[in-house]
């Protein structure tokens, strides 16, 4: 069974950069497309990033100046860097397997930005 | 482009079928066959219920069922249990290469 793990700190302060590393085990990340996926509190899912197994990525146009998606498949994890956070930026961070359809989340982390 | 609509609430008595609807635009949902659907319980991560608009994962109950008509996808929950209130969420990719996730929806069982 896939399971995914994030990690990374809980808070950030506004204008510094959110990072988040998933670790992926139970399977392959050298197969399939991986995605970040977050929540504010009390609000909808929003999609941010994918990335493949041959490093191709694609961005969330609303956050594409300021996100990064990389892969390092020796350590079988991802990672997300978001610059310059603001607090519109406090969400609950899920990793996925897949892009479009997502059958296998971690259970989320909560980020909050604030001083 | 923003998020697919859906209602805000939706509510049915238990044995009873409910039909969340998801509309977008012929550049979403109307252009594509994918679609999938989720639910997710409080503090929770959300669950895969329906990919490709109609398709069903292991596991997944077949209460559960996804369609499509113009720009406007559905899931419908058939015999309605008391655990199967929930948030859902549908989404769809669209022509930008990107993917929209909806609004989202409560599900109550009255």
């Known amino acids: 069974q896939v399971q995914l793990q994030e990690s990374g700190p809980g808070l950030v302060k506004p204008s510094e950069t959110l990072s988040l590393t998933c670790s992926v085990s139970?399977?392959?990340?050298?197969?399939?497309?991986w995605s970040w996926i977050r929540q504010p509190p009390g609000k909808g899912l929003e999609w941010i990033a994918y990335?493949?197994?041959?490093?191709?990525?694609n961005y969330n146009p609303s956050l594409k100046s300021r996100a990064t998606i990389s892969l390092d498949t020796s350590k079988s994890q991802f990672s997300l860097k978001l610059n310059s956070v603001t607090a519109a930026d406090t969400a609950v961070y899920y990793c996925t397997r897949g892009a479009g359809w997502y059958p296998y989340w971690s259970q989320g982390t909560l980020v909050t930005v604030s001083s | 482009q923003s998020a697919l609509t859906q209602p805000a609430s939706v509510s049915g008595s238990p044995g009873q079928s409910i039909t969340i609807s998801c509309t977008g635009t012929?550049?979403?949902?109307?252009?594509?066959?994918?679609v999938s659907w989720y639910q997710q319980h409080p503090g929770k991560a959300p669950r895969l219920l329906i990919y490709?608009?109609?398709n069903r994962p292991s596991g997944v109950s077949n209460r559960f069922s996804g369609s499509k008509s113009g720009n406007t996808a559905s899931l419908t929950i058939s015999e309605l249990q008391a655990e199967d209130e929930a948030d859902y969420y549908c989404?769809?990719?669209?022509?930008?290469?990107?993917?929209?996730f909806g609004t989202g929806t409560k599900v109550t069982v009255l």
């Open positions: 012929n550049s979403d949902v109307g252009a594509y066959d994918y």
């Open positions: 490709d608009v109609h």
């Open positions: 139970g399977g392959s990340i050298s197969t399939y497309y």
């Open positions: 990335i493949n197994y041959s490093g191709r990525t």
């Open positions: 989404n769809s990719y669209a022509s930008t290469n990107t993917y929209f």
